[in-house]
């Protein structure tokens, strides 16, 4: 058996994955400029990759490109949330479906412990956005169909930016971290009882609720 080599990861997607996950953790919140010059400065390289980088990044969703100045974080529209929810409905209750019988109790039951482990501390947002983050792609780790698994990750990326800047700026951030988590523990459950109709109904259930919540939010901080 030949043993694959290793991936060897460029500076330039080490960059790439830095400035995304500062977009997707609301560093640069909606409508924040992200400066090449600054950019290309703060990571020691010239402003050529930084460009070449904001590109790549302009087809994910998250900015928009301005000419001779940078980049801008894509504002929160209450029609982008919708959009982007429906399409989560869509795949990710497909997805839930399909991994009934895949996925294993060795896998759910660790998420499912580490859930729990948020009511009993003080609100821990890398714990959270973690926990968060791993149970949904457990929904779609084990589909073997690569375009399905890339939508589904870069709608959940674009939910993601959204949902965390919502949850970030609310008022009840508690009641919805715990709100979240009773969701979580919910679809965890039905993965446990390999029921694919009860995985569908929790999963479209939880998404229901985070575009109501999201929505909210949103309208709320725009009418402040």
């Known amino acids: 058996m030949v043993k694959k080599k290793p991936a060897i990861v460029s500076a330039k997607d080490q960059i790439y994955e830095s400035l995304k996950q500062d977009i997707l953790s609301n560093k640069y919140q909606p409508g924040d400029i992200i400066q090449i010059d600054r950019i290309a400065a703060e990571y020691g390289v010239s402003a050529t990759p930084i460009r070449e980088i904001l590109l790549r990044l302009e087809g994910t969703g998250l900015i928009v490109l301005i000419p001779n100045k940078g980049a801008q974080v894509n504002e929160i529209k209450t029609k982008d949330i919708k959009d982007i929810w429906e ?4 795949l990710e209750c497909y997805a839930g479906r399909i991994s009934a019988q895949l996925i294993s109790e060795q896998e759910i039951d660790p998420i499912m412990e580490r859930v729990k482990s948020l009511y009993e501390r003080a609100f821990d947002k890398d714990v959270y956005t973690r926990v968060d983050d791993d149970l949904h792609r457990l929904l779609y780790s084990h589909i073997d ?21 919502a949850e970030s700026v ?11 988590s009773n969701e ?10 390999r029921d694919p109709d009860l995985i569908e ?24």
């Open 87 to 90: 399409i989560r409905k869509v």
């Open 145 to 165: 169909n690569e375009f399905l698994c890339e939508a589904i990750t870069r709608v959940q990326d674009q939910s993601l930016r959204i949902r965390y800047y």
């Open 201 to 224: 109904k929790t999963i479209r259930y939880h998404l229901e609720n985070g575009e109501r919540r999201t929505i909210a939010t949103v309208e709320k901080i725009s009418k402040d």
């Open 170 to 180: 609310s008022e009840n951030k508690e009641s919805i971290v715990r709100e979240v």
């Open 184 to 193: 979580h523990l919910d679809i965890l459950k039905a993965l446990k009882l």
